[in-house]
């Protein structure tokens, strides 16, 4: 004879639960297999290129495919934070582009973005210099580490 607990029964039916809430969200807003050959299926949007770290060109040449950003998606005084790479570009003057990682040397969390001059760690509000990654407000008492980046034409690409 089984001993089933009151817990072991609400710990099954949460799991059932959430794999029914699990599995009738997973396809919102992404074609099926039934909508695969047909042409009214409406496209997702794509995300930026700061959410996803990379930017495709069509037609351009491999740079230009494995590009973070182009040159004029990052403000001049400012910087894009790219999650997926890790790293936050800014451009302290025209044309005087830098790449920080964007890990906050106070206890290894994301940056969050640039605010002014400073690229902002939400954690903990520890903040950095756009032009030299040096920490301009603690609790970080590191700067981030700076990353090589390529600039061809409009392309920022990681060296």
């Known amino acids: 004879m089984t001993d089933t607990t009151r817990r072991a029964v609400m710990l099954g039916a949460g799991g059932a639960g959430l794999a029914a809430v699990l599995t009738a969200c997973s ?7 039934d909508d695969a050959g047909s042409s009214s299926a409406a496209p997702s949007a794509a995300p930026s290129a700061a959410e996803t770290g990379s930017e495709t060109a069509a ?29 936050v570009v800014t451009q302290p003057k025209a044309g005087e582009f830098k790449c920080f990682s964007s890990v906050c040397t106070h206890q290894g969390c994301d940056v969050g973005g640039v605010e002014g001059t400073d690229i902002v760690c939400p954690c903990h509000n520890s ?7 040096s920490v301009t407000n603690g609790p970080a008492n590191k700067p981030l580490e700076e990353k090589a980046i390529k600039v061809d034409g409009d392309s920022i690409t990681l060296a």
């Open 27 to 33: 396809g919102y807003g992404e074609p099926t297999a």
């Open 127 to 133: 903040r950095f210099s756009i032009t030299d990654g």
């Open 59 to 87: 037609g351009s040449g491999d740079s230009a495919a494995n590009a973070l950003a182009k040159t004029s998606d990052i403000p001049v005084g400012g910087g894009e934070v790219f999650k997926d790479a890790k790293v």
